[in-house]
C-alpha cells in the first residue's frame, strides 16, 4: 500500500530557537503513576526537540516565543514499556504558563492542559473529534464488516465515499462549531488545517470567510486559503499558472523554462520517510525517458533549508530541485501530504495527480509514461554484496552523475 505523510500548517510547527524577542513559554507538567525509573520526557516537533527530567513527578520547560507552535508531549516510558504510542500536543499561542496535569496508566490524550484560551479551546475540540471518530468507525463497521480497508480491497472506492460522507456529517459540523463561535482564537485557525481533508472548496471558503479579520492575518490562515485556491489551479486539464524557486545554488528556476517536456512534479520533503523511499525507483524512471523530453522536478516543503540541503546532498538525484519557499505545494496544487508528484504535459497542462509513489512500476503515473514514450521501466537485476554480518542486501541505484 502507497504511504503518505500528511502535511501540516508549518506555523505550527516550526519553533525559532533563536528569537530575538525575549518573550518564553513556560510548560509545566504534573504526572503520576509508576514510571518504573524512565524519568525523562520529550517536546518536539519535526522543527524542534528538548527533554527534560521528570523530578517528583514534575517537569518544566522554557521556550523562547517567537510565534504559535504546537509541541508534542511524549514520556520516556511509553518507549521503554513499548506502549501504544498515541501522539499528544499542546497549542501554545501565547507566551504565558501552560500546565499539563497527566496520570501515565491512563495515557497522555488523557491528560488535563490549561493555559491560553485557545489551548483549552483546542483541547474540547479534539476530544469532540475523538467521539465524531468512534461514531465514523462505527458506521464503516457497519457498512464494510470492518472500521478500515485496504487500498487494493474491491471496496475501497465505496469505503472512501462512505468515510467521507461519515465526515462530512460528524466532524465538519464540530469544526464549523468552532470558527462560527471562535473566529478570534488561535484554535479556529489551527483547526482549519482538518478542513483541507474532509470540505469541499464552497465550504472551506465559508470558514475562512468566518475568520476575524485578526485571523485572517496569520500565516496559516493564509496558507489555508491558499489551499483552497490551489484546488481550482491543481485540477486535471489546468494549465500550471508560471512560479519560480530557488535551486540548492541559490539560482532560481522559473516553470516556464520546462516548456516543451513532459514534466513530472515530485513535492517532497527531507523528514518523509516513504519520499526518499521512492527515490531509488524514481531515479529508474528518470534514466528510462531522460532522453525523451521527460523531467523530474523534486520541490521540497522543507521548512529548513539546512535540513533540505542536506538531503538533497545525501539523495545527489540527477534532476531539478527547488526548496518551497512561497507555498506553491499549497496554493499551486493543494498538497495534502508527501509524496505527491504530478505530471505535467509539454504545453503545461495538469495531466495526472497521484498521493504517494508506487515504487513496484505499478502506479497511474508511470503506466501513462510507459504510453507516452512506447516503453515501461526496465528493473535492472540488483547487485548482490555481503555486509559485515554475512548477510546479503542489494546496492541501491547509483544516480546519474
Request: hydrophobic share 35%; charged share 25%.
Amino acid at each position: 500500500m502507497k504511504k503518505t505523510i500528511t502535511t501540516l500548517s508549518a506555523a505550527l510547527l516550526a519553533l525559532c530557537s533563536q528569537a530575538q524577542n525575549s518573550k518564553e513559554i513556560i510548560l509545566q507538567g504534573d504526572i503520576s503513576g509508576d514510571l518504573k525509573g524512565h524519568h525523562k520526557i520529550y517536546l518536539y516537533s519535526r522543527t524542534y526537540k528538548d527533554s527534560a527530567a521528570i523530578v517528583n513527578g514534575h517537569y518544566s520547560f522554557r521556550i523562547p516565543f517567537s510565534e504559535p507552535v504546537f509541541l508534542m508531549l511524549l514520556p520516556e516510558y511509553v518507549q521503554a514499556e513499548r506502549q501504544m504510542y498515541v501522539p499528544f500536543g499542546i497549542l501554545m499561542d501565547k507566551p504565558v504558563t501552560y500546565t499539563v496535569t497527566s496520570d501515565i496508566s491512563k495515557g497522555m490524550n488523557a491528560s488535563v492542559v490549561k493555559g491560553s484560551e485557545a489551548t483549552e479551546l483546542l483541547r474540547a475540540y479534539e476530544q469532540d473529534k475523538s467521539t465524531a471518530w468512534k461514531k465514523i468507525s462505527t458506521g464503516l463497521q457497519q457498512a464494510f464488516g470492518k472500521p478500515w480497508l485496504q487500498e487494493n480491497d474491491p471496496q475501497y472506492e465505496a469505503f472512501e465515499k462512505k468515510q467521507h460522507e461519515l465526515q462530512q456529517q460528524h466532524l465538519l459540523p464540530i469544526l464549523e462549531k468552532l470558527v462560527k463561535e471562535h473566529p478570534n482564537s488561535y484554535a479556529s485557525v489551527y483547526s482549519l488545517s482538518d478542513a483541507r481533508q474532509i470540505a469541499s472548496v464552497e465550504q472551506q471558503e465559508r470558514l475562512y470567510a468566518a475568520l476575524s479579520k485578526e485571523m485572517k492575518t496569520t500565516t496559516p490562515a493564509k496558507e489555508f486559503h491558499q489551499f483552497t485556491e490551489g484546488i481550482r489551479n491543481s485540477a486535471i486539464g489546468r494549465q500550471v499558472k508560471d512560479f519560480s524557486l530557488p535551486g540548492p545554488d541559490g539560482k532560481v528556476i522559473a516553470f516556464s523554462s520546462l516548456k516543451g517536456k513532459y514534466v513530472l512534479i515530485d513535492f517532497w520533503a527531507s523528514w518523509c520517510a516513504p519520499c526518499r523511499k521512492s527515490f531509488p525507483h524514481m531515479r529508474e524512471v528518470y534514466q528510462q525517458y531522460k532522453d525523451q523530453d521527460f523531467i523530474i522536478y523534486s520541490i521540497s516543503i522543507d521548512k529548513s533549508k539546512a535540513d533540505w540541503l542536506k538531503a538533497v546532498a545525501e539523495e545527489n538525484n540527477p534532476w531539478l530541485q527547488s526548496l518551497d519557499n512561497i507555498n506553491i505545494a499549497g496554493g499551486g496544487f493543494a498538497v495534502t501530504g508527501v509524496p505527491t508528484t504530478y505530471l505535467i504535459s509539454p504545453e503545461g497542462k495538469i495531466l495526472m495527480k497521484e498521493i504517494g509513489f508506487d515504487d513496484t512500476g505499478n502506479g497511474n503515473i508511470e503506466k501513462k509514461l510507459a504510453a507516452i514514450f512506447g516503453a515501461a521501466v526496465k528493473k535492472p537485476e540488483p547487485e548482490k554484496i555481503k555486509n559485515e554480518n554475512g548477510t546479503t542486501k542489494a546496492i541501491p541505484m547509483m544516480p546519474m552523475q
